[in-house]
C-alpha cells in the first residue's frame, strides 16, 4: 500500500470517528470498542463463560481465560482475576479482548492442536514460529509433534514460553459437532504455583468447566 492510499484510509477512519490525530499522529478512538461490545454482548461463549470463570477463582484465587483462535493468535473473550490476591501476576492477555501469539501459550496451542495436519502445515507457513522466551518452540517438526500430543491427552500445559515467570495450563472447549470452538485455561506466576499442583488439583476443575460449558452452548 503506498502511503497516499495508507493516508486516505486512515483520514477515513479519523472522519467515521474510529480514529483520532494530533495532526502528527493517529490513535484509535472509543468507538471502536463498539465491534467488541456488539460481539461480548451479542455472543454466546462469553455469557455462558463468565460465571464459570468467576466460580473457578472464588474457589482457587487464581486467574482464568477463555481464548478463541484468530489467525496468527488467541484472543481473550471472558476472563476472570484473583481480586483479593496481593502477589497477583498480570500476564500478557488477562485483558477481554488482548491478542497473543498462539504458539506460545497454552490455550493458542490447543487450539492449533485441533486443527487438520493440512490446516496446521498451512497455519506455519503462514505464521513462521517467533521466538519470545528463551523458553518458545522454534522448530516447526518440534511444535507439530507437541501439537500431536497435545491433542492425545486433551490438555496443554505451558511455561514461560510467552512470559518468563508465568505457566498454565488449557483444556479444549467442544460445541456442536464434537468440534473445538475455544479453550479454557488458568494462568498463574510460577513463585505461587507449581507445574505438578496445576496439573493434580487445577486441571481437573478445568476439564469440569469446560464440560459444563459445553451442555450449554
Not at 468467576?54 to 478463541?68: A, E, G, K, R
Not at 497473543?100 to 492442536?113: E, R, V
Not at 467442544?174 to 494462568?187: D, F, T
Not at 505461587?192 to 464440560?211: N, V
Amino acid at each position: 500500500m503506498t502511503r497516499a492510499a495508507a493516508r486516505r484510509h486512515l483520514l477515513t477512519l479519523e472522519y467515521l470517528g474510529y480514529l483520532e490525530s494530533d495532526g502528527h499522529f493517529f490513535y484509535l478512538s472509543p468507538k471502536v470498542l463498539r465491534f467488541s461490545g456488539s460481539y461480548i454482548g451479542g455472543a454466546t461463549l462469553p455469557k455462558v463463560s463468565q460465571p464459570l470463570l468467576n466460580l473457578l477463582t472464588n474457589q482457587t484465587s487464581l486467574i482464568y481465560s477463555v481464548m478463541v483462535l484468530d489467525g496468527y493468535e488467541a484472543i481473550t473473550i471472558a476472563r476472570s482475576a484473583a481480586m483479593q490476591q496481593e502477589d497477583r501476576v498480570n500476564p500478557y492477555g488477562l485483558t477481554l479482548g488482548n491478542r497473543l501469539p498462539a504458539h506460545a501459550t497454552s490455550a493458542g496451542k490447543i487450539l492449533l492442536a485441533y486443527l487438520s495436519t493440512d490446516e496446521q502445515q498451512q497455519w506455519l507457513v503462514h505464521y513462521p514460529l517467533q521466538r519470545i522466551t528463551k523458553f518458545t518452540q522454534t522448530n516447526n517438526a518440534a511444535f507439530l509433534k507437541l501439537l500431536n500430543t497435545i491433542k492425545e491427552r486433551e490438555w496443554c500445559y505451558s511455561s514461560e514460553e510467552h512470559e518468563l515467570g508465568v505457566h498454565a495450563v488449557a483444556v479444549p472447549i467442544y460445541g456442536q459437532q464434537n468440534k473445538v470452538v475455544a479453550a479454557i485455561n488458568i494462568v498463574s506466576p510460577t513463585t505461587r504455583t507449581t507445574k505438578r499442583y496445576l496439573i493434580e488439583h487445577i486441571l481437573p476443575l478445568l476439564q469440569d468447566t469446560a464440560r459444563e460449558i459445553r451442555r450449554v452452548i
